[in-house]
């Protein structure tokens, strides 16, 4: 069965840190290209990094230098390290294949960035 469970959200000053952690239960996880997108209200999932299944990574470039998207293979991990948050990374963050596998999106972590 196919599981995203995403944690790690919460409200943070900007130029804070958090670090979002996405437990995957996801046949062939090894080899699958995983990415993290977000919600924000009034607008459509976007994708923001994703990472191959021999790490390479990608961003948009909104988040180039601010966010790192890593995976861990052993534990069917993938983690999104976002330093220098800015009010506009506010939405929820969601994790998913990439291509993203639609009937089975997570129910997300909310990130606020706010003083």
């Known amino acids: 069965q196919v599981q995203f469970v995403e944690s790690g959200g919460g409200l943070v000053q900007p130029g804070g840190s958090l670090r979002l952690s996405c437990a995957a239960s996801?046949?062939?996880?090894?080899?699958?290209?995983l990415g993290w997108y977000r919600q924000a209200p009034g607008k459509q999932r976007e994708l923001v990094a994703h990472?191959?299944?021999?790490?390479?990574?990608n961003y948009t470039d909104s988040v180039k230098g601010r966010f790192t998207i890593s995976r861990d293979n052993a534990k069917n991990m993938v983690y999104l390290q976002m330093n220098s948050l800015k009010p506009e990374d506010t939405a929820v963050y969601y994790c998913?294949?990439?291509?993203?596998?639609?009937?089975?999106w997570g129910q997300g972590t909310q990130v606020t960035v706010s003083s």
């Open positions: 990472i191959t299944g021999n790490s390479i990574t």
């Open positions: 996801l046949s062939f996880f090894r080899i699958s290209t």
């Open positions: 998913n294949r990439n291509p993203p596998i639609i009937q089975y």
